[in-house]
């Protein structure tokens, strides 16, 4: 079983708030990814990191940030959050090939 | 640049009908291919892999065999189930290229009683 854990699972926010979505593994991966899932079911990388202090955008344009401060911890920010953020956030890791996701937390945006 | 097509859902079968759900790729090199499969409010997990040409990947009843001539990674099964009802993701990663996954579009199956 793998162990990545992300919270919170649901969050309904209103427009302007700060949040921060947390995701934590326990395996000691160096690699970590934040995808952003859409309706249609399509995965979007929006960051991922390769280690600590190394942080990087993904293929889709997203007005999130991310930081690596500790292998275990990747978290991801939303400064002001807009109903254009509503979405599922997908928290992944992976050592080499296979990659490990957490349960995702669905995001709304009011 | 590296890319994976997989058919478009939904695809609805009933049970214990013979499912097969296409994925073909593009990439350079010798890329390491992977079937994910993700239950309704769940995160993905890795269903099967296969490392090189002509590997089977098999896990569950589901099968898939690199196809390096046909750049295909289809993926079978015998006779499902209404518990496989899921999205199906195929995928691939370069071992060259840092380990970055690239996806496909992910297809969603449903299996009817």
Same mark, same amino acid.
């Given at each position: 079983?793998?162990?990545?854990?992300?919270?919170?699972? *649901?969050? =309904?926010?209103? +427009?302007? /708030?700060?949040?921060?979505?947390?995701? #934590?593994?326990?395996?000691?991966?160096?690699?970590?990814?934040?995808?952003?899932?859409?309706?249609?079911?399509?995965?979007?990388?929006?960051?991922?990191? *390769?280690? =600590?202090?190394? +942080?990087? /955008?993904?293929?889709?344009?997203?007005? #999130?940030?991310?930081?690596?401060?500790?292998?275990?911890?990747?978290?991801?920010?939303?400064?002001?959050?807009?109903?254009?953020?509503?979405?599922?956030?997908?928290?992944?890791?992976?050592?080499?090939?296979?990659?490990?996701?957490?349960?995702?937390?669905?995001?709304?945006?009011? | 640049?590296?890319?994976?097509?997989?058919?478009?859902?939904?695809?609805?079968?009933?049970?214990?009908?013979?499912?097969?759900?296409?994925?073909?790729?593009?990439?350079?090199?010798?890329?390491?291919?992977?079937?994910?499969?993700?239950?309704?409010?769940?995160?993905?997990?890795?269903?099967?892999?296969?490392?090189?040409?002509?590997?089977?990947?098999?896990?569950?009843?589901?099968?898939?065999?690199?196809?390096?001539?046909?750049?295909?990674?289809?993926?079978?099964?015998?006779?499902?189930?209404?518990?496989?009802?899921?999205?199906?993701?195929?995928?691939?990663?370069?071992?060259?290229?840092?380990?970055?996954?690239?996806?496909?579009?992910?297809?969603?199956?449903?299996?009817?009683?």
């Amino acid at each position: 079983e793998a162990d990545i854990y992300q919270t919170p699972r *649901y969050l =309904v926010i209103g +427009t302007g /708030k700060k949040i921060t979505l947390e995701c #934590s593994q326990t395996m000691g991966h160096d690699k970590m990814y934040w995808y952003q899932q859409d309706p249609g079911m399509e995965l979007h990388l929006i960051h991922y990191s *390769y280690g =600590v202090n190394s +942080t990087e /955008k993904g293929d889709l344009s997203s007005e #999130s940030t991310v930081s690596r401060i500790r292998t275990e911890h990747f978290p991801l920010t939303l400064e002001s959050a807009r109903p254009s953020h509503t979405s599922q956030y997908l928290c992944a890791s992976s050592a080499s090939a296979e990659a490990f996701f957490g349960q995702g937390t669905r995001l709304t945006v009011v | 640049g590296d890319s994976v097509t997989q058919m478009e859902g939904p695809v609805t079968l009933s049970e214990e009908a013979f499912l097969t759900i296409n994925c073909t790729y593009t990439a350079t090199g010798y890329p390491s291919l992977f079937w994910y499969v993700q239950y309704p409010g769940e995160g993905l997990q890795l269903l099967l892999k296969a490392t090189k040409a002509d590997d089977k990947g098999s896990n569950k009843g589901f099968e898939a065999t690199y196809r390096k001539e046909t750049t295909s990674f289809h993926l079978e099964k015998g006779s499902v189930q209404v518990s496989d009802s899921a999205v199906y993701f195929c995928a691939l990663i370069r071992m060259d290229s840092n380990y970055q996954l690239i996806w496909g579009a992910g297809t969603k199956l449903i299996i009817k009683p």
